[in-house]
């Protein structure tokens, strides 16, 4: 197909005249992009085939990532990418008069996630396919993504991410792959051969049909699968005999209680909402890949004895824990085996990732809506409680309140994650930090029962797409600096150190740069009529809204810096854009009620000619990952500035990191790596500690009113919030000074104030100069490459699932 220009002209055309019926003068730009979907996808299929074809002869462990969330974005730039054809393509369409880019962007992104979680398995699977590992992933294909967010008179709104809408070039439908899921009824017990056995009965039958996405590695022949799950009416149960015995509205509405599994991600971020349908959700998708594995396992081997060493399973925070009991249940109930057995090898097969330490994002079910939705593995969770909480007592017998904190079901709940740690073989947090307060905080009972399971697997992001993809004109100069070793082994970044005090490499990196700044910049003048100044400091926070990230420090910094304009407009300041970019839950007051004030503030500040443009404020709607990839080229400054402690990693950090912005941040999450890596003078941190934060937590100690009253510029700042100086006809500003006062400042934003301006006037003098501040930059470069996620899969694969690389010949 692509053996020449001429052959991939040919077969590009065909494919407008097979899949459209059309031809290149008449073709709409979606069309000339499905039909080049196609095409690729087609090209990907032979490798896809004989990856699997080889997987399935080496007889080695594969490995499977089971997560609610695929952040994966669009996938035709990264596809071509990865197979090695994106610049000859570029050239060819460019002959047919066709722009790639253009064309790239018609794909709609795959919003399958939240954030950091979602896009943290998206990275995974490049990387694994990348290192040539047997590795898969595992989840649901939901009919709308994240929402999409709309900002209407400053507020944000939702509307449905109908991302199918014009289909979905990628994914194959295997309706003869589906499978059977049971929700609800009652289990019956009998007596057979002497062995007790259990009837599932009265069910309600869901049909599990799956997709699957090519995951392509980079210029090596691999081609992983994901395999997403839709939910259908089982025919079983949706026939029409039920209509004629005039069930029809029965038939319907069941059509649409089945539907509903996956039809939409739940929007929320780091908090638990007790919604019996994400219970389903996770159930749903947990048994058919369950299935699906068990069914490919037994093509190859009669019984269940080495099961953990040919399959691993992984689940991506507790999302997915359902996996545990599921094993169970298959192994006793469908093919016999003893609990003992049974257990020996679910124990072995699963891993855990935990994200988070925010005790209100700790999923737990409670027991009676559990029982009836899921009643067989209820009985098998109550079965691994006991054996459990018996083996604690053998351990810390008389302490109760131990065993207690411990159970996986206490006071009317299942804890997840209690159960996540007890049936698996290991669990890691995702940064140094968030790994050490899990040991010695938030799973300290537990860490202290099993020390070995507990390990840390610091993230990371794929530098294909986050570097190469996004900023082909940094990774050229890269290229020509150091030479293209980097592109394999990201590690061989730090090569670009000895460049650090190279003017002409700095020179360049500062143009490039500018380029990527004018880029964002003709976007946002396009779309918001707002003309920015290239030259002044890109300062960007996009991450989603949450108290705990602390969108509202970073504001407090921008009212202060224009109170101190108003007060003297010839104030000599470097001139700075802030950018935000993030959704909110659409059920959560503070986050959103941030978003309006970051509007409300723009819309002054932008308008106020008295500062001379010393100053602006855009929020960018939609922040999503095909965005993402502008906005990082194009930022000078990274705002990391979560409440120490309560970021368990970060990933957008190593992004920006990886572009050449400076962070300025708290010493939470990754950001205590990225300081280690860079050296604090490639750096800027503020803030309390974690230490710090944990000890106000435990031994209290800190009065938000104290900073209101002596710091007359946190005053003003609040008083702000009420006082009429935002329009604000609904008064709802004052909740944030409420929020912020009377809940005594739970994230210590006033607390950081202080040390967050002062750590803000120093970067500024630093970046006016231009040489130390390029400097800067050329050494975060440097050091991003421990950050790739190739780094983080090879851990992974080592240190926790044991699967080794296969390679896979033409
Ligand atoms: C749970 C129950 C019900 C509804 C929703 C949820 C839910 C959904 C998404 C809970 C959590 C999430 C997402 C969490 C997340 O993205 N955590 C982030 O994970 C990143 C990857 O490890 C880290 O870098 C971030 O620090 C962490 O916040």
Redesign the pocket.
Known sequence: MFKNKETFKEAFIEKLATVHGTTLDLATDMEKYTALGNLIRDYITQKWIETNNQYMKNNQKEMYYFSL?FLLGKLLGSNLLNLGIADACKEVLQELDIDLDMIENMESDAGLG?????R?AACFLDSLASLQLPGHGCGIRYKYGLFEQKIVDGYQVELPDNWLKFGNVWEIRKPDKAVEVKFGGNIRTEISDGDMVFIHENYDSVLAVPYDTPIVGYENNTVNTLRLWSAEPSTKDFDFSSFSRGDYMKAVEYKYSVEAISQVL?P???N??NKIL?LKQQYFFVSAGLQSIIRRYKKKHKNFFSFADRIGIHIN?T?PVLAIPELMRILMDEEGLGWDEAWRITTSTISYTN??IMSE?L?KWPVDAFKSLLPRIFMIINEINERFCKEAWNRYAGDWDRIHHMAIIADGYVKMAHLAIVGSYSING?AKLHTKILRKEVMKDFYEFFPYKFNNKT?GITHRRWLLKANPSLASLITDTIGPSWVQHPHDLIKLTRYADDASVLEKLYKIKMENKQLLSSLIKNKYDITLDTASIFDVQVKRIHAYKRQLLNVFHIMDLYNRLRENPDLDIAPRTFIFGGKAAPGYYIAKLSIKLINTLASIINNDKTIKDKIKVVFLENYNVSLAEKIFPASDVSEQISTASK?????GNMKFMMNGAITIGTMD?ANIEITEEVGNENIFILGLTSDEVLNFYRYGGYNAWDIYNSDARVKMILNQMINGFLPDEKEQFRNIFNYLLYNNDEYFVLKDFASYVDTQNRLEQKFKNKNKWYKMSANNIAHSGKFSSDGTIHEYAVGIWKIDPTHISE
Not at 647 to 651: V, W
Request: a negative charge; aromatic letters at 8%.
């Open positions: 969330e939240n954030g950091g979680l979602g943290l739940y929320d971020d780091s638990f909402e994400r925070d999302h994200h988070t994002a999923e995702v993230n970021e368990a990693s970060g990933t999450g």
